[in-house]
């Protein structure tokens, strides 16, 4: 089955740059017919789309979240990578990793603070 694991500092400093890396298991992230997204959740709201990657490279972006946000891949590590700069203390929150909306990382927790 599809295993993913999220990985990263759980804190960075307000200004900096966020960077953040999904390990797949159990599937290729170049396998016809899936996506591949990062949503976030900060504590006490819902959660929030950020970013989907498809299974040859093109990518979208949440509006309010674009000018800041970066999905890419590694495909010979089969891995996902999140980068969102300029981060503040409203970027608080549990960031996931999913294949679809049917398979989801552990999520893990990232705190914005100086």
């Known amino acids: 089955q599809v295993q993913l694991q999220e990985s990263g500092p759980g804190l960075v400093k307000p200004s900096q740059t966020l960077s953040l890396t999904c390990t797949v298991s159990?599937?290729?992230?170049?396998?016809?017919?899936?996506?591949w997204r990062w949503i976030r959740q900060p504590p006490g709201k819902g959660l929030e789309w950020m970013c989907t990657?498809?299974?040859?490279?093109?990518?979208w972006y949440s509006p309010s979240l674009k000018s800041r946000t970066s999905i890419s891949r590694d495909t010979s590590k089969n891995q996902l990578t999140l980068q969102l700069t300029s981060v503040t203390p409203e970027d608080t929150a549990v960031y996931y990793c999913?294949?679809?909306?049917?398979?989801w990382g552990q999520g893990t927790q990232v705190t914005v603070s100086s």
């Open positions: 999913l294949q679809g909306w049917d398979y």
């Open positions: 159990g599937g290729s992230i170049t396998t016809n017919g899936y996506v």
């Open positions: 990657i498809g299974s040859t490279g093109g990518t």
